[in-house]
């Protein structure tokens, strides 16, 4: 009998049509995985792990949240809770699943939203990156695998990868993918050295607001003044900020807190403790978020949006691999407010498609 065929040829069977007759050759495609593999002789080195899209209710929170902490990017917004919270309609999402353990190797979360022409998936609030998180373990790298489960799912989708994933390439058809840009410190230095590296206007004016002794500036537990004052003083001119999003900030703060991830500094006067400015940072693995943020006018004059970032940097300031992100830098003006405390510029990515009629394109 002959041997076996090369890789890449086509497994030939030969049945014989009647007794005595010339045996027929009919063509037939190697079986699934490979015909030839299936035999002892070429044992698989690895056991191969499926994605699997899920929706909600199938995601199960503990194998979630427990890749999120081991993934190799670190991703605040990808927590369990912190998605739950800021997308009021859930999430579902595309999963390496390791089936012997129920453990998620790998996980690209898809936030949720119903319209009246369909479901779509939109980057929720307060959530700048999500993208693809892989652990060690993980077989599927590649964005492009994850995205081609979403196909005929949603009538829209605009995601926001992670500063840690790659530009993406070999996109499925119909994806466009833009380039936007934080701001990262890292904070492992003492805090003289950092300081050096502030700009010299920044340091003078520093100073200038410590010798005044004008201003105090205290940890809070309560967000709420400093949403309201957002509202007074720039509510008005945010028009993506919804009535709602005030709530779901709210509640993320609360449900953050517990877990020791929040830092809330306000700034006050220091005779009538008039409240001028506040900034709530995140703190999460190697991470250090400035989340959110406001200043009245007189705060501004004051400093104190300076000063509440120089505090924040001044407490973590020597930790071992922590990065401040700035979570911010498309707007030139602030692109240099971040980059004169020797913030570098770090890029992401957002990934678009839409499968709405022409005609339904401008509604959101």
């Not at 500063?163 to 003289?192: I, S």
């Not at 537990?221 to 993506?240: I, M, S, T």
């Not at 005030?246 to 991830?261: F, I």
Request: hydrophobic share 40%; with cysteine.
């Amino acid at each position: 009998m002959a041997g076996p065929a090369r890789p890449g040829e086509k497994f030939a069977l030969l049945t014989p049509l009647r007794p005595g007759s010339a045996p027929r050759r009919f063509e037939k495609p190697p079986a699934p995985g490979g015909f030839f593999c299936a035999r002892t002789r070429c044992p698989a080195t690895f056991t191969a792990v499926p994605l699997r899209y899920l929706t909600h209710s199938l995601i199960d929170r503990d194998a979630w949240d427990d890749c999120v902490a081991a993934a190799e990017q670190v991703v605040p917004y990808a927590q369990y809770l912190w998605l739950l919270t800021a997308n009021a309609a859930g999430f579902d999402a595309v999963v390496e699943l390791e089936e012997a353990t129920g453990r998620y190797l790998s996980v690209f979360s898809v936030p949720t939203q119903r319209r009246v022409w369909g479901r779509e998936a939109l980057q929720p609030p307060f959530t700048q990156q999500l993208g693809l998180l892989t652990t060690a373990e993980s077989q599927h790298r590649h964005v492009g695998e994850y995205l081609a489960l979403l196909a005929g799912r949603f009538a829209r989708l605009h995601l926001q990868l992670n500063d840690q994933n790659p530009a993406p390439t070999l996109l499925p058809a119909g994806w466009q993918a833009a380039e936007r840009v934080t701001y990262h410190l890292p904070l492992d230095r003492p805090y003289e050295s950092l300081h050096l590296g502030y700009c010299a206007d920044y340091r003078r004016r520093l100073r200038q607001q410590r010798e005044k002794a004008g201003l105090t500036l205290a940890e809070s537990a309560d967000l709420a003044p400093l949403l309201g004052l957002f509202q007074r003083e720039k509510g008005a001119e945010v028009g993506g900020m919804k009535p709602e999003y005030y709530q779901r900030l709210l509640r993320l703060h609360e449900v953050l807190r517990p877990q020791g991830q929040t830092l809330l500094l306000n700034a006050h006067t220091a005779d009538t403790q008039e409240l001028l400015a506040g900034a709530l940072f995140i703190r999460y693995r190697s991470r250090l978020v400035y989340l959110f943020a406001a200043a009245t006018p007189a705060g501004k004059k004051a400093a104190a949006p300076l000063l509440l970032l120089d505090e924040a940097i001044r407490r973590y300031a020597g930790t071992p691999g922590l990065v401040l992100d700035f979570e911010g830098g498309m707007i030139p003006s602030i692109a240099r407010f971040f980059a004169n405390f020797g913030a570098r510029p770090v890029p992401y990515y957002t990934l678009t498609q839409t499968t709405r009629p022409w005609y339904l394109t401008w509604m959101r």
